[in-house]
């Protein structure tokens, strides 16, 4: 019996990012405001971080808000209609539901149905995942158009008074819009994970750990045990980290992703115009600007100092920033290198939209 030939998509050769989004919350905290939680002070925090303020958002702006005021912006500089989009991208870790997914409603605010709308859980590299996804899926002919959104609300996932990571911690979002193009614009992603390390960055406690203590206290309400109701008092898991673990991996290990990242693309050092890293902590950031030996003509995102760290969303915030305030660096190529939690990790030297 003859088997019939599968017809197969058109391949689109070549990508790139046709329009930019950001959205960043309106309140400010300053180093100042963290400090009446923690023992420290506004210059430690700028000498160990870089950081000056972060921004919040407020209990009743979500993720999915965040999201599509980034996704809007996006959209309006790609010049295309949500209608036009073949899929849907969202990378978060704080959208406070297991499923549905954000991706999934976000879709559906924006006018996108029925787009193909998926979440990514993959931390700090989340946004250049994205990345690859939707350079993939545009290639490969699945889809025109692709919205790669970051957002996170990582305020709802802290703990004021947590020493390791709380205070470095913003919200925002952003979001681009990867579409077909002549010539390439997107390079190869060089992207991984390492979980002998899953344990650097997480969570205080699974959701089965808050199950059992809620079960618990429960129980102890009618036992009289005070101590267990005082205990499951706070469940909601909050975020910390090993500091040392995550900054010495992140020093000298990605730099050399970030340097695999420019040999796949075939460009070296001087080629580019500017250098985009996750904007986790401006230590990193430096000793990475070191170990790659990149000269002075590559402007370096510095958006940590007034963002903190947004998590997926600090790459395109960070890009959004760069190009705002030097709008000649458009059309050059910029190296972006995401990384954390997982430990995870992913890079792509892009033309700037």
């Not at 999915?64 to 295309?80: F, H, T, V």
């Not at 000298?252 to 040999?263: N, P, S, Y």
């Not at 709008?327 to 992913?346: C, E, K, M, R, T």
Request: hydrophobic letters at 45%; aromatic letters at 6%; charged letters at 20%.
């Amino acid at each position: 019996m003859s088997v019939p030939t599968l017809k197969q998509a058109p391949v689109q050769e070549n990508t790139r990012i046709l329009g930019l989004g950001a959205y960043r919350p309106d309140i400010i905290v300053t180093n100042d405001d963290v400090c009446q939680w923690i023992d420290s002070s506004d210059e430690w925090i700028r000498q160990r971080t870089g950081i000056v303020t972060r921004h919040r958002a407020p209990a009743d702006v979500s993720v999915i808000d965040m999201a599509e005021g980034a996704a809007r912006e996006a959209l309006a500089k790609a010049g295309i209609e949500a209608s036009e989009l073949g899929a849907v991208i969202v990378s978060t870790v704080t959208h406070p539901y297991a499923t549905p997914s954000a991706a999934a409603s976000l879709a559906d605010r924006l006018g996108a149905t029925p787009a193909p709308a998926f979440d990514i859980s993959a931390a700090c590299a989340g946004y250049c995942y994205g990345i690859a996804q939707g350079d993939a899926l545009v290639r490969s002919g699945a889809a025109k158009y692709v919205l790669v959104v970051g957002a996170e609300k990582l305020s709802d996932v802290i703990d004021n008074h947590e020493r390791t990571i709380s205070f470095l911690l913003g919200d925002g979002a952003g979001a681009v819009i990867i579409g077909p193009s002549d010539t390439p614009g997107i390079g190869p992603s060089v992207w991984g994970s390492d979980g002998s390390k899953w344990d650097a960055i997480g969570m205080t406690r699974s959701m089965l750990d808050v199950r059992a203590l809620s079960q618990a206290a429960r129980q102890s309400d009618e036992s009289g045990d005070f101590a267990l109701m005082e205990e499951a008092q706070d469940l909601w898991p909050t975020l910390r980290q090993d500091g040392q673990t995550v900054f010495r991996w992140a020093v000298w290990e990605m730099a050399k992703v970030a340097q695999q990242a420019l040999e796949a693309a075939g460009v070296q050092a001087e080629d580019l115009v500017a250098f985009i890293p996750h904007q986790a902590n401006m230590r990193i950031i430096d000793e990475m600007v070191k170990k790659l030996k990149l000269p002075e003509t590559v402007t370096v995102a510095r958006d940590i100092a007034d963002a903190g760290n947004t998590s997926a969303a600090s790459i395109p915030l960070a890009t959004h920033r760069l190009l705002q305030e030097n709008p000649g660096l458009s059309g050059g190529l910029a190296l972006q290198i995401g990384f954390g939690a997982g430990l995870v990790f992913g890079a792509q030297v892009i033309v700037l939209p």
